[in-house]
C-alpha cells in the first residue's frame, strides 16, 4: 500500500520569505512524486512531478521540489512567496506498479503581505 | 475552452434522491477519473476508466454508480443519497495510466448537499 504524509497543516509565512512545504511517502516500490495546488472553490491544478533523474524538480509559478529516497521526503519549495501562492496543497504519490494515485491531507498555505 | 467540464457546479437535494454528476473532457485523454473531497479537505479516489473500461473501483457503496459512454464522458450516479455523501466530487482526466506519470487536469468540482 502507498500512503503520503503532510505533516502541517498550517504553513504561515511573510511575502518574500522561503517557503516549503513538507512531504514524506510510503510505497513498496519506485515513486511518482507529485505536488498539486488547489485555489478556493477550483479544482487541483498540477504544479511538478518526480519520475526518475534529478532529485531537484522545477515546476510551475516558480515552485520546485526536492526528492530525497534515503528520507522519503519530496518538500515542496519556492524561494520568495507571494500573496499569490496563498492556497490548499496536496502531495501525491503513486507507485510504479498501480494505478492509484494517493494524495496527502493538504497543507494550507498562508502568505501574508 | 474548459479542459475538463462537470455539471452541474453546485447541487442541493434531499435524503433519498437519485442524482447524476456529467463529466466531459475535451484533451483527447484516454482515463478518466472521479475524486470525492470530503469536508476536511482530504480527497480520495473513486472510479477510474480507461478507454471506457474501468480499471480502479476503490470501496465505494454500491448506490454509486460510474457510467462512461465514449472516452471523454464519465458520470456518476448516486441513488438514495445519504447525509454522508455530502461533499465535492471533482472529475479528472488523464493522458493515460503509463510510465511517464501522466498529471491529471481536473473540473472544477461539483458541491454537492445532501438536506
Known amino acids: 500500500a502507498q500512503s503520503v504524509a503532510q505533516p502541517e497543516d498550517q504553513v504561515n509565512v511573510a511575502e518574500g520569505n522561503p517557503l516549503t512545504v513538507k512531504c514524506t511517502y510510503s510505497v513498496s516500490g519506485n515513486p511518482y512524486l507529485f505536488w498539486y495546488v488547489q485555489y478556493p472553490n477550483r479544482g487541483l491544478q498540477f504544479l511538478l512531478k518526480?519520475?526518475?533523474?534529478?532529485?531537484l524538480v522545477k515546476g510551475s509559478y516558480g515552485f520546485e521540489a526536492e526528492f530525497n529516497k534515503s528520507q522519503t521526503s519530496f518538500h515542496l519549495k519556492k524561494p520568495s512567496a507571494l500573496v499569490s501562492d496563498s492556497a490548499l496543497y496536496f502531495c501525491?504519490?503513486?507507485?510504479?506498479?498501480?494505478?492509484?494515485?494517493?494524495f496527502g491531507a493538504g497543507t494550507t498555505v498562508t502568505v501574508r503581505a | 475552452d474548459t479542459a475538463v467540464s462537470q455539471t452541474p457546479k453546485y447541487l442541493v437535494t434531499q435524503m433519498g434522491n437519485d442524482k447524476s454528476i456529467k463529466c466531459e473532457q475535451n484533451?483527447?485523454?484516454?482515463?478518466m477519473y472521479w475524486y470525492k473531497q470530503d469536508s476536511k479537505k482530504f480527497l480520495k479516489i473513486m472510479f477510474s476508466y480507461n478507454n471506457k473500461e474501468l480499471i480502479i473501483n476503490e470501496t465505494v457503496p454500491n448506490r454509486f454508480s460510474p457510467k462512461s459512454p465514449d472516452k471523454a464522458h464519465l458520470n456518476l450516479h448516486i441513488n438514495s443519497l445519504e447525509l454522508g455523501d455530502s461533499a465535492v466530487y471533482f472529475c479528472?482526466?488523464?493522458?493515460?495510466?503509463?510510465?511517464?506519470?501522466?498529471?491529471?487536469?481536473f473540473g472544477s468540482g461539483t458541491q454537492l448537499s445532501v438536506l
Open positions: 518526480y519520475i526518475t533523474g534529478d532529485n
Open positions: 479528472a482526466s488523464s493522458q493515460g495510466l503509463g510510465p511517464r506519470g501522466e498529471k491529471l487536469f
Open positions: 484533451l483527447g485523454h484516454d482515463t
Open positions: 501525491a504519490v503513486r507507485d510504479l506498479r498501480d494505478y492509484k494515485l494517493s
